[in-house]
């Protein structure tokens, strides 16, 4: 009887909520709201807003005088059609242009690259295939800008004023300054930086298509060539499309390549200004924070309209289902006689790009003049006095530097916490979405954790700054708290998307079997669950951890000082000229990072192309 | 005409062989079945003929055309051997249309136009499917897609077709029409047929010539009957078959030309084979199929241990003194549990096996001494 004084609605409430799939849905639900929708309205807000006096006294006019936190339009016009000295084309279409271009530049060259070489290890007979898949993910476990140092350190000549680099050291060739600032190498590096990725969802989805598929093609006579074009191609689509959309979003609004790249000579050829670093310079200035708003909004509305494309290519009518095959019965394209001469093509191609760069970097950190090998030096390692002629920060060898090792520390307890709050929420909302497939609430947290991907991370560092001086989180500000925050929210997406597929693999009964036998819920997730896609799950964790440790742009605008985290120790070096200081920065980081990743692959098998592609 | 000729074929995997010495021939217009338990070798026989897989040694040729040769390193691509391949999972290209999918194998043979849409449609009409034209393989049931994977596959009219376990993923009452559908289009298509399956029944049914493989190596080559009633040795026997044969321990008491003496179940029988009976050592196995062992008559004396009524037959399991001895009755019939009964093995196809060997050494009939 007393069941009955319980009103339906409350006991459909106790229902809903006995099922923890339910509980973390609406807890994600809130989570998310707070830390992506609400920063990202701030943003719009603020993009129709005066955001300050400074900015006020700039928009005022004689006629129509505005006050701090007025309602305006100003921004958007101002920047986006203002023909007063030509401010809206050299500041807003221009830059977008321009990037526009490089970003696409990078994406043909990431996926063309990442595409091929994914082809080669899972669909050829090619030799050494497991050296050149560990490889050729070093790219991109190394910070985004080490490519962009790569590029510099190798094509930078005397011509261009610009000091010896490796290509001029070695063969005296010279080449000329548009291959080495600007557009085109800024593509390269980022291209060269995301191939792997494409690599990684690429070469998961090749390994999961069911080699039957290009079998029953080649009985029917088609040619190798029409078997890549209207088989693999087609079915890979998803898989390109997604690459090109992350590669796109990634690179136009990367701030760290073109922050390196973008320098120019004497001569002055270069006009390359990417639009992350306008965005960047309208953000720092008090007079035009509104506008630096609209660019995020911009460069974000660019992401939301590639992935709503996405879904629209890969619908549900030709959507690629597994169908179990026979997965033991691969048969691998011969190669015949170009195999030999592939693999080795490859194995020079693939070590130019992935340890030629570690070893540059190692060059240039012991050199006092660069590309001149008689001026060795081991003093920016080791030298525990201070460098004459430096008068800015630290200037002693980085082992034994104080601020270096303490920063490094930091450096690898933030990522360890953010990788651990990002890995067990990506697992919890992969839990949910798998659990309650198809319900709106499940898809919403879904769609919510991946938004921060398409987040440039230069203006999501911008939100949370703002966050931190608004009234009431004041305390956030220069708080190692709100670089977790950050780096959970940002770095979540990977692990959600590496949680939810690892939970759609395993089928309910697995845990219906012990719902059955009363196992609690919490002994179900670490007992039978986790275990069983154990690899999955801590690839989840890895790559947040690998993301963050050689994250800059996020936490730049943040850090409470240079000395807090290794890059923005590497970026201050970098920015008073140590060259050979940041360069050895940079190679320290990659170095632990690769570290950990062996050793947690040895440990563990998790490994970081295990994570985004499945499987 | 294509006729497949296997000779010496083998494949080997890093540590284990899948496929061991393999000689076979094929005729033309033939419908073979590789049957076996799986992982016995059947798929990579079938796919080594395609040429999807690389035999480590041998020759197969296809016609009179070598297509595989270990020496001479002939190794033709499929799509050069001229044939038809039906997968277990159908690989249907999900980005194309039904249509599209019949299509492609015709448009990669550059017939013209006009031609490949007449044969696309006389496929559908022959396949039952001509509504789906236009669908996508995802919005098709497991059936359907079988036939569109049928009318793929057939629709470059190949000689020689093969087929990987195609029924398998089909429904029980699917299965048994899809059946009869094959074996009209062997009929239909004047091709040969290379068909594998783990199923005997679909193997019994099916098949002109039964290739039975256990462990990468051939047990036996002959025509279903042949394989059910003379079976080469115990795995055979026990392989095919439904329900299984009797295998009786017994002990050879004496052997002489055609005739030998056999104890078995506590009591002694002559056994008398049609041919002379091959070497057997002392111990000896009696195989009896279920259908020759005769209810209610003879000295045999058994208790009911349980009755498997199924409307045509019913299957009756016998305790003779602890052994289980099964045997088939047409009709309906029930027993009680444990009553007694008396049985005879009848019929001249009883088969004697060494014990030791398992190979079937004499087959004939046994009468009680």
């Known amino acids: 009887m007393a069941e009955k004084t319980i009103s339906p609605v409350g006991n459909r409430f106790r229902t809903y909520f006995s099922k923890p799939a339910n509980i973390i849905t609406v807890v994600f639900l809130v989570i998310l709201v707070l830390t992506v929708v609400l920063p990202l309205s701030t943003l719009l807000l603020g993009s129709f807003k005066i955001n300050g006096n400074q900015e006020a006294v700039y928009v005022s006019t004689f006629d129509n005088p505005v006050e701090d936190g007025d309602f305006t339009f100003h921004h958007w016009v101002e920047l ?536 | 005409m294509p006729k497949i000729v296997l000779e010496h074929v083998s494949k080997r995997f890093q540590k284990f062989t899948a496929v061991e010495d393999l000689n076979m021939v094929i005729e033309d217009r033939e419908f073979i079945i590789l049957l076996g338990p799986s992982g016995c070798g059947k798929t990579t026989t079938l796919r080594m003929i395609a040429g999807l897989e690389t035999p480590t040694e041998g020759r197969i040729t296809i016609g009179d055309t070598v297509v595989f040769d270990s020496e001479k390193q002939i190794n033709l691509s499929p799509s050069k051997r001229d044939i038809g391949f039906l997968f277990q999972n159908y690989a249907l290209w999900p980005h194309m249309t039904v249509h599209q999918n019949i299509a492609f194998g015709l448009e990669n043979l550059k017939w013209p136009k006009p031609q490949i849409e007449a044969r696309v449609k006389e496929m559908l009409q022959m396949l039952k499917i001509e509504e789906f034209d236009k669908r996508y393989p995802s919005e098709l049931s497991g059936g359907q897609q079988q036939r569109v994977a049928i009318a793929r596959t057939l629709a470059p009219r190949p000689k020689v077709l093969f087929m990987d376990e195609p029924l398998s993923n089909l429904d029980a009452k699917l299965r048994l029409e899809m059946r009869i559908e094959l074996k009209r289009l062997h009929t239909d298509t004047d091709s040969t047929f290379v068909y594998v399956t783990h199923d005997q029944l679909e193997a019994m049914t099916l098949s002109s010539r039964i290739c039975l493989i256990k462990n990468g190596i051939l047990q036996q080559f002959d025509p279903p009957m042949e394989t059910y009633s003379n079976p080469a040795n115990l795995f055979v026997a026990d392989f095919v078959g439904n329900p299984s044969m009797n295998f009786i321990p017994a002990k050879l008491v004496s052997a002489d030309g055609a005739k030998a003496t056999v104890e078995f179940f506590g009591r002694r029988f002559a056994f008398e084979a049609a041919r002379p009976i091959g070497e057997i050592g002392a111990e000896a196995v009696v195989g009896v199929r279920p259908e020759f062992v005769r209810l209610e008559e003879g000295e045999g004396q058994a208790k009911i241990y349980g009755t498997l009524p199924a409307g045509m037959e019913t299957t009756v399991k016998l305790d003779v003194d602890g052994f289980i001895l099964t045997s088939v009755k047409f009709g309906n019939v029930d027993y009680k549990l444990n009553s007694d009964m008396n049985f005879s093995i009848e019929g001249d196809g009883i088969i004697l096996f060494d014990k030791q060997t398992g190979k079937n050494v004499g087959r004939g009939r046994v009468t009680p001494l």
């Open chain 1, 80 to 615: 986006l059609t203002s023909k007063e000295y030509h401010y809206a084309l050299t500041a807003f279409w221009e830059p977008l242009y321009q990037s526009t271009l490089m970003a696409l530049l990078a994406c043909f060259v990431a996926v063309l690259f990442g595409g091929v070489v994914a082809w080669f290890i899972t669909r050829s007979d090619l030799p050494f295939k497991k050296f050149l898949s560990t490889v050729f993910v070093f790219p991109y476990i190394m910070p985004s800008w080490s490519m962009a140092m790569f590029w510099e350190n190798f094509f930078k000549n005397t011509s261009i004023n610009a000091g010896k680099g490796m290509l001029e050291a070695l063969t005296g060739i010279c080449v000329p300054e548009s291959m080495v600032y600007g557009l085109f190498p800024c593509a390269m590096a980022l291209g060269l930086h995301y191939a792997p990725f494409a690599y990684i969802l690429i070469g998961g989805i090749l390994r999961n298509m069911d080699a039957n598929l290009e079998e029953a093609a080649t009985v029917l006579k088609a040619s190798r060539f029409k078997i890549l074009y209207r088989v693999t191609l087609p079915i890979v689509m998803p898989a390109l499309v997604s690459t090109v959309l992350l590669v796109f979003s990634s690179s136009i609004s990367s701030f760290t390549v073109p922050f390196f790249l973008n320098k120019s000579s004497i001569k002055g050829g270069n006009n390359f200004i990417a639009i992350s670093i306008q965005m960047r310079s309208l953000l720092n200035n008090g007079m035009t924070k509104g506008q630096g708003y609209v660019l995020a909004i911009i460069l974000m509305l660019f992401s939301i309209a590639i992935l709503m494309a996405n879904n629209k290519i890969t619908g549900s009518r030709k959507s690629f289902t597994t169908v179990t095959g026979k997965s033991g019965q691969v048969s691998l394209v011969k190669l015949g006689k170009a195999r030999k001469p592939l693999a080795v093509f490859l194995l020079i191609l693939v070590a130019f790009f992935a340890i030629v760069p570690l070893l540059s970097f190692a060059a240039e950190s012991l050199l006092e003049v660069p590309g001149d090998f008689s001026t060795l030096t081991l003093r920016y390692w080791f030298s525990a006095e201070p460098f004459e002629g430096s008068n800015k920060g630290d200037t002693v060898g980085i082992l034994r530097s104080a601020f270096m090792w303490s920063a490094l520390g930091r450096s690898l307890l933030l990522s360890l916490i953010v990788a651990g709050v990002a890995g067990t929420f990506g697992i919890l909302i992969g839990y949910a979405v798998a659990r309650k497939r198809g319900s709106r609430a499940a898809s919403m947290v879904s769609n919510l954790a991946f938004l921060p991907y398409l987040i440039p991370s230069m203006s999501f560092g911008a939100v949370y700054l703002a966050l931190s001086y608004t009234k009431g989180f004041t305390w956030l500000d220069g708080s190692f708290l709100i670089l977790i925050m950050v780096g959970s929210i940002k770095f979540m997406p990977f692990a959600s998307r590496t949680g939810t597929s690892a939970m759609l693999q395993l089928s309910g009964e697995i845990e219906e079997a012990a719902i059955v036998i009363g196992v609690p819920w919490i002994r179900r997730m670490t007992k039978i669950l986790f275990p069983i896609q154990k690899a999955s799950f801590i690839s989840g964790y890895l790559l947040p951890f690998i993301s963050c440790m050689r994250e800059l742009s996020l936490f730049v605008l943040l850090v409470p000082s240079f000395k807090t985290l290794a890059t923005s120790m590497l970026q201050e070096y970098s920015r008073t000229g140590l060259s050979q200081s940041s360069n050895a920065v940079n190679l320290l980081i990659i170095i632990v990072v690769l570290v950990i990743q062996f050793i947690v692959n040895k440990l563990t098998g998790a490994s970081i192309d295990k994570g985004v592609g499945g499987n």
